[in-house]
């Protein structure tokens, strides 16, 4: 961690509760101003987070890959000032400043994402959701999940792996498809017996339907000063658009 | 299949968590403790297929695979699509908190649709199409959600269900196979399902 006042090192409640206030204010905005205002938080926000410059940038790809495909589209179904035109389709101006528009929104809402949520581990994320009351099946099911995530995936590549020594070349044809229907039933089945054999191993250890964690979260002094930065800042967005 | 973060309007977003939050009060409720362990490792497995790159002529695509998760689990089809989402959001940054609520449900609604009718008449073709309609299902509803959200983007909901014809067809074809191939190993897999029991 950079520093004590890291993102990671905050109670996960504290984190998870401003990344919704923040995120479904983002999302409700109509106009640049109070976007390109909580740019500024976003910043602050950048600073306490463990990833690099790069890292960050690298994780907004997806959305703005996305996003092209608007870029590509949109000013040309809005009716206006025409900047350039092919043939009788017009790119509009009204619809690059659209587009501009949901680009800023939607990596504004991936920052914060990415420098709340993502800050923290998935422990901390699941004894987070945990202590907010959060469904205690639906936590259960998220850590499980991401731990056996890893497993499969290296099941997965081994299966492709040995297509592969027996020659498989993956082409648009019914084998390809007959091939991998097998393979994804092969996955399917070596889960449903592992998810099996995990449950009687929980079972075997006194398992009743609780994870206990050893981690508890605690609102320290830290919280309170993430808080009362945050909640000022939300306030001033609020006021400005409010007025 | 995801929508972005910062593209649908509030109102659309608000009622994807509504639909949701509802279905996941509703359907974990009877999600038995000793359950989860499977489910888990199910979600698990739909995260890791959606990997797979099905070659389509000089290009490849990802598959959904709703139909066959709502196939096999019926209505416990949505905390695991749920859970497969917000994965694909922490490891891959495909969608984010606000759009959540709307990826779920439109993989989810055709997935649940799709379960329900396999029952009525449990056989591997009948599976392998309906997984085709599951697919065509979220091009559907992934349109009409973009159409809500402002006429600018009609023009891209029209090309998002066209995009999703091919996809169909190919869901299809390795929907059949997969329900095949499971009907012959482990039929209790598919069968358990029909009980309504898990």
């Known amino acids: 961690m950079k520093n004590n006042l890291a993102i990671a090192q905050l109670d996960p409640r504290t984190v998870i509760l401003w990344s919704l206030v923040y995120a479904f204010f983002l999302a409700a905005q109509k106009s640049f101003l109070p976007l390109l205002a909580s740019l500024f938080i976003v910043l602050f926000y950048i600073v306490l987070t463990p990833f690099s410059c790069k890292e960050i940038l690298k994780k907004l790809k997806p959305v703005n890959f996305f996003l092209l495909f608007f870029w590509l589209i949109i000013p040309f179904s809005l009716q206006g000032k025409a900047l350039f035109s092919l043939g009788k389709y017009a790119y509009t101006l009204a619809g690059v400043k659209f587009c501009l528009l949901i680009t800023l929104k939607a990596n504004l809402l991936m920052l914060i994402f990415i420098c709340l949520l993502l800050s923290l581990s998935p422990s901390q994320l699941a004894s987070g959701l945990q202590s907010l009351k959060i469904s205690e099946k639906l936590v259960y099911l998220f850590l499980l999940a991401y731990r056996y995530l890893f497993l499969l995936k290296e099941e997965k590549d081994k299966l492709l792996r040995s297509l592969k020594i027996r020659g498989f070349k993956p082409k648009t044809n019914l084998f390809t498809y007959k091939t991998y229907a097998y393979l994804l039933g092969l996955i399917l089945l070596k889960a449903y017996e592992r998810g099996d054999r995990v449950h009687k191993a929980l079972v075997l250890r006194g398992f009743q339907g609780k994870f206990p964690s050893l981690y508890s979260p605690k609102f320290t002094q830290k919280d309170l000063y993430f808080s009362l930065f945050s909640g000022l800042n939300f306030l001033l967005l609020l006021y400005l658009q409010l007025t | ?198």
């Open chain 2, 1 to 198: 299949m995801h929508i972005s973060e910062g593209i649908l309007s509030f109102p659309v977003l608000l009622s994807g968590w509504v639909y949701t939050g509802g279905g996941l009060f509703w359907t974990l409720k009877k999600l038995s403790a000793n359950d989860i362990p499977k489910m888990a490792l199910l979600a698990a497995v739909f995260f890791v297929a959606s990997l797979i790159h099905v070659p389509l002529g000089p290009s490849s695509v990802h598959l959904l695979l709703n139909g066959l998760i709502g196939v096999l689990l019926g209505s416990l089809a949505l905390p695991t699509l749920f859970i497969s989402l917000f994965l694909q959001a922490i490891l891959f940054q495909f969608g984010g908190i606000t759009v959540l609520g709307i990826n779920t449900l439109l993989m989810s609604l055709p997935a649940i649709l799709a379960g329900v009718l396999f029952k009525l008449k449990p056989s591997s073709l009948w599976g392998g199409i309906l997984s085709g309609f599951a697919v065509l299902g979220s091009g559907v509803i992934a349109a009409l959600v973009l159409s809500f959200s402002g006429e600018a983007f009609l023009q891209v909901a029209k090309l998002i269900l066209i995009a999703h014809l091919p996809i169909a067809i190919i869901e299809t074809i390795i929907g059949y196979f997969t329900l095949l191939f499971i009907f012959k190993t482990k039929p209790e897999l598919i069968l358990n399902n029909l009980g309504s029991k898990s």
